[in-house]
């Protein structure tokens, strides 16, 4: 399967330029110069940034300078300090991943679907000459699968226009449920050879997610270890998640969840890359705060060795806070261990 050089072991600014109040403040003060360097400092090759559109645009669509100045400067740090950069639209105008957002009518309204094309190609303008060292994420995480032909549709028509302005950029794509696995094959043969298929990986979900205010049907106060047998994870899954969690009925229910289980999660993903000879990369994986921290290290183990075995790149959510982040508080005694799993 193909690598992806330069974008093997990332990590996310997840909460800086996305998913935040969209305040001075915030954007003055959540990430510096100095995260960067420490970034670079643990040895990865690269940072996803998430954005939203409200960044750089105002409800009417007018573009904001001052939004751009703050994408000016982290590719700025980012070159300093020798990573590369994945700049990933986190949400449009009139659609996110994210029901909360209030943003709908995407994937109906021309005029949104213009507006989001216009906005890439100002992206490609301002950062596509930048080659191998900046790459470009369309759209973070469709959701539903009955999007999948209109989306395949759109990222064509996206990827067109980008490709007229910056005809070297790299460009990742996602699919339906939240950029799953499952949705790999539906997507469009790659439009070209710089074209990178786009996976997250928050699997088992009861494990990385376990106490999640946000997922749907879960008690806040559930706790599970990542020793829990099979049996024990297929049930928790049934009482605590609407949606049903990826291949335990693949396993002896009496074992526990161990590198073989990633291994053939991740086959059919490696099978498309392999198929369409495109790169394979995992653009968002981590597990929650409330896990405890071996049993999040132990994760990390498990999935790093099947990254590692299929040279898959990938970026961990996330640096900071976010309900996940690594230089908070309760990573600090497997911090050094995690560091050199990513």
């Known amino acids: 399967m193909r690598r992806w050089e330069g974008f093997e072991h990332g990590i996310n600014f997840g909460g800086w330029l996305s ?28 940072v996803r940034i998430p954005i939203d559109y409200n960044l750089v645009e105002n409800e009417a669509g007018d573009y904001i300078e001052a939004g751009f100045a703050y994408i000016d400067s982290a590719i700025k740090w980012s070159r300093t300090y020798g990573l590369n950069v994945i700049l990933d639209l986190h949400k449009t105008y009139g659609f996110s991943f994210d029901d909360g957002e209030h943003e709908e009518g995407f994937f109906e309204n021309r005029s949104y679907q213009e507006r989001f094309y216009r906005l890439w190609e100002n992206f490609a303008s301002r950062y596509g000459h930048l080659g191998d060292s900046v790459a470009f994420e369309i759209l973070n995480e469709v959701t539903d699968k009955s999007y999948c032909d209109k989306w395949n549709s759109i ?39 710089k074209i990178i298929y786009n996976f997250h990986c928050y699997e088992p979900l009861i494990f990385t997610h376990q106490g999640a205010y946000w997922a749907a049907g879960m008690d806040t106060s559930f706790r599970i270890s990542i020793d829990a047998p099979y049996s024990e994870l297929k049930e928790a899954t049934r009482k605590n998640l609407s949606q049903v969690s990826v291949g335990f009925e693949d396993f002896d229910e009496t074992k526990s969840l161990g590198v073989e289980y990633f291994d ?22 981590g597990v929650i705060n409330l896990a405890e921290p071996k049993d999040t290290l132990q994760w990390y183990k498990y999935i790093n060795e099947v990254f590692e075995k299929y040279g898959i790149g990938r970026a961990a959510w996330s ?12 990573m ?7 560091i050199k799993l990513l």
Request: include cysteine; charged fraction near 35%; glycine fraction near 4%.
């Open 19 to 46: 998913q935040c109040d969209h305040t001075k403040d915030r954007y003055d003060n959540f990430i510096k110069e100095e995260d960067f360097k420490r970034v670079s400092e643990w040895g990865l090759d690269h």
């Open 319 to 330: 640096y900071k806070e976010m309900d996940f982040g690594f230089i908070d508080d309760h």
């Open 332 to 338: 600090k005694e497997v911090l050094p261990e995690v």
């Open 155 to 193: 990222s064509t028509e996206c990827i067109r226009r980008i490709r007229a302005i910056a005809p070297k950029v790299k460009i990742l794509i996602g699919g339906y449920y939240n950029n799953s696995i499952e949705a790999l094959p539906d997507l469009l043969p790659p439009y070209d050879d």
């Open 264 to 285: 053939k999660y991740f086959s059919e993903a490696v099978r498309i890359a392999e198929e369409r000879n495109v790169p394979l990369y995992c653009g968002e994986y």
